[in-house]
Nanobody, 114 residues
Framework: QVQLVESGGGLVQPGESLTLSCTASRSIYIMGWYRQAPGQQRGLVARITSDGTTNYADSVNGRFTISRDNAANTVWLQMNSLKPEDTAVYYC???????????WGQGTQVTVSS
């Protein structure tokens, strides 16, 4: 079972930026981020495969950028122009394939508020 360690959450003001990072204990095909706000379901934010293919939720496209270093088994989520509606717990996830079960990080809180 792959282990995921996240870092980088915090409190920022609207319009500011924040970067999340997640390191896996071994090489893995898909890495990405989900988020869950209070009273809402967990939803995909962004994902990236080991060959660099990326996908983004419509709500963050153009503001967030996902990247990874395969040698370091690490993925980053650069979040720009943050909005209050981006406030959520962000969870790193990883999968060996499109159909395998996901492994999850412990979650990191991102709060966007003035």
């Amino acid at each position: 079972q792959v282990q995921l360690v996240e870092s980088g959450g915090g409190l920022v003001q609207p319009g500011e930026s924040l970067t999340l990072s997640c390191t896996a204990s071994r090489s893995i095909y898909i890495m990405g981020w989900y988020r869950q706000a209070p009273g809402q379901q967990r939803g995909l934010v962004a994902r990236i495969t080991s060959d660099g293919t990326t996908n983004y939720a419509d709500s963050v496209n153009g503001r967030f950028t996902i990247s990874r270093d395969n040698a370091a088994n690490t993925v980053w989520l650069q979040m720009n122009s943050l909005k209050p509606e981006d406030t959520a717990v962000y969870y790193c996830y990883a999968r060996y394939s499109e159909t395998s079960l996901a492994a999850w990080g412990q979650g990191t809180q991102v709060t966007v508020s003035s």
